[in-house]
């Protein structure tokens, strides 16, 4: 699949069922990622592999780090919420957690380091796509979350930017078509 042809299939499959990509497959994918562009070639994005029984210890992780928010703000915990964190890694069966480890440079701002993270995010989706396999970025309270980047081993300094979930589309036939193209009001030729 060209380039513009997995740009135009790509589409967020909230449920992927095995297999996963792995081996070569896998391994292609990720060097995607690491291909993003990168100004200063920082190489500033990791790839933490969640797969099989590592889902559900990271959805471990997940809960306590909602139970530890709730707590943080006094508020009583919801349990249905509880259960969804600790079981939404299962979506998938396959999750690249990634994230962006701030290097100190005074040339490369942290904001640009985070932009090449979330190119190699894109570029994770669409080389998953132009492989047959469905995806999906995921965020939502966890990435902000100090326990959950703790487990990671990340610092504070540093970011989650995506939950990236990868499998099978169960049956591509009722998979989400290609989004119609739409620029309008996006474009402006400079001067108007
Ligand atoms: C940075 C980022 C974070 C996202 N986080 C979520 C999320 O937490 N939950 C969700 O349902 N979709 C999330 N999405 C997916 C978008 O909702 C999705 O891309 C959008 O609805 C367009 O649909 P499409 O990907 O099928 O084209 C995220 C996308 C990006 C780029």
Same mark, same amino acid.
């Given at each position: 699949?060209?380039?513009?042809?997995?740009?135009? +299939?790509? $589409?967020?499959?909230? $449920?992927?069922?095995?297999?996963?990509?792995?081996?070569?497959? !896998?391994? /292609?994918?990720?060097?995607?990622?690491?291909?993003?562009? &990168?100004?200063?070639?920082?190489?500033?994005?990791?790839?933490h592999?969640l797969?099989?029984?590592? !889902?559900? =210890?990271f959805?471990? #992780?997940l809960?306590?780090? *909602?139970?530890? =928010?709730?707590?943080? #703000? &006094?508020?009583?915990? #919801?349990?249905?919420?509880?259960?969804?964190?600790?079981?939404k890694l299962?979506r998938a069966?396959?999750v690249v957690v990634v994230s962006?480890? $701030?290097? /100190?440079?005074?040339?490369?701002?942290?904001?640009?380091?985070?932009?090449?993270?979330? +190119?190699?995010c894109?570029?994770?989706?669409?080389?998953?796509?132009?492989?047959?396999?469905?995806?999906m970025w995921r965020t939502g309270?966890p990435v *902000?979350?100090?326990?959950v980047?703790?487990?990671?081993?990340?610092?504070?300094?540093?970011?989650v930017a995506g939950f990236l979930y990868?499998?099978? #589309?169960?049956?591509?036939?009722?998979?989400?078509?290609?989004?119609?193209?739409?620029?309008?009001? !996006?474009?402006?030729?400079?001067? /108007?």
């Amino acid at each position: 699949m060209d380039a513009l042809a997995a740009i135009g +299939a790509r $589409r967020s499959i909230g $449920r992927l069922v095995e297999p996963a990509p792995d081996g070569a497959t !896998l391994q /292609a994918i990720l060097a995607a990622g690491a291909m993003a562009p &990168d100004h200063g070639d920082l190489r500033p994005f990791r790839f933490h592999l969640l797969r099989g029984p590592s !889902l559900d =210890r990271f959805g471990a #992780v997940l809960e306590a780090a *909602y139970l530890a =928010r709730c707590a943080a #703000v &006094d508020a009583a915990p #919801v349990a249905a919420k509880a259960e969804k964190e600790r079981t939404k890694l299962r979506r998938a069966p396959l999750v690249v957690v990634v994230s962006t480890v $701030r290097v /100190a440079s005074e040339k490369i701002p942290w904001i640009e380091q985070q932009q090449a993270t979330a +190119a190699a995010c894109q570029n994770i989706l669409l080389a998953a796509t132009a492989l047959g396999f469905g995806s999906m970025w995921r965020t939502g309270e966890p990435v *902000y979350d100090e326990l959950v980047k703790d487990a990671l081993g990340l610092r504070s300094d540093d970011a989650v930017a995506g939950f990236l979930y990868l499998g099978t #589309v169960a049956d591509p036939d009722a998979a989400k078509p290609p989004r119609a193209p739409d620029l309008t009001g !996006l474009v402006t030729e400079w001067p /108007a």
